[in-house]
């Protein structure tokens, strides 16, 4: 399975768009989305384009494709608008042999195994350490990161900016 895994879009329909768009140029089967879909947050600024009407629409229509845990920014209205689930805090994906735990990364990590991987949103950069991976955000990249998304196929992990430049490739 070729895996599309994205944080933090906050509401931009700019950002989200070029998501999307990179979703299809990838041709991944799924995209798993970490949280923070829709609401930008106290402590952001507003995204571009901050339209989350228009990035619930833009999600929906390819709700099939989706998989999603809660962000710290996720509430039950959020769930009113988008008709794929987003109140899970964690989810366990197992693909070729590996565990794959995801969650935002504002909680208490679950419980791993020696061998899992775990990715993670939140803090906005991109990391790759000890199989602990974090896509960047959408949106709103901090510490002079790219806006990204991660591509997961066949062992490897690929982080990508949302023109689809690899930032950086890990294979486990």
Request: charge should be negative; include cysteine.
């Amino acid at each position: 399975m070729k895996l599309m895994i994205a944080s933090d879009i906050h509401g931009s329909a700019l950002y989200c768009g070029k998501l999307l768009e990179a979703f299809q140029q990838e041709k991944a089967d799924k995209l798993l989305l970490l949280g923070d879909i829709l609401y930008h947050g106290p402590r952001n600024a507003l995204p571009e384009e901050y339209d989350p009407k228009v990035v619930a629409a833009m999600l929906n229509a390819i709700k099939e494709q989706i998989l999603c845990v809660r962000g710290n920014c996720e509430a039950e209205v959020d769930q009113m608008m988008l008709d794929f689930p987003v109140m899970a805090d964690y989810a366990l994906l197992s693909l070729d042999g590996i565990n794959l735990y995801a969650t935002h990364g504002h909680l208490a990590e679950p419980p791993m195994n020696q061998g899992d991987v775990l990715v993670s949103g939140h803090t906005h950069v991109p990391t790759w350490q000890n199989r602990r991976f974090n896509p960047g955000s959408v949106s709103i990249p901090k510490e002079n990161s790219h806006h990204g998304y991660i591509i997961y196929a066949e062992g490897t992990f690929t982080w990508k900016d949302l023109d689809g430049n690899i930032i950086h490739t890990r294979t486990l």
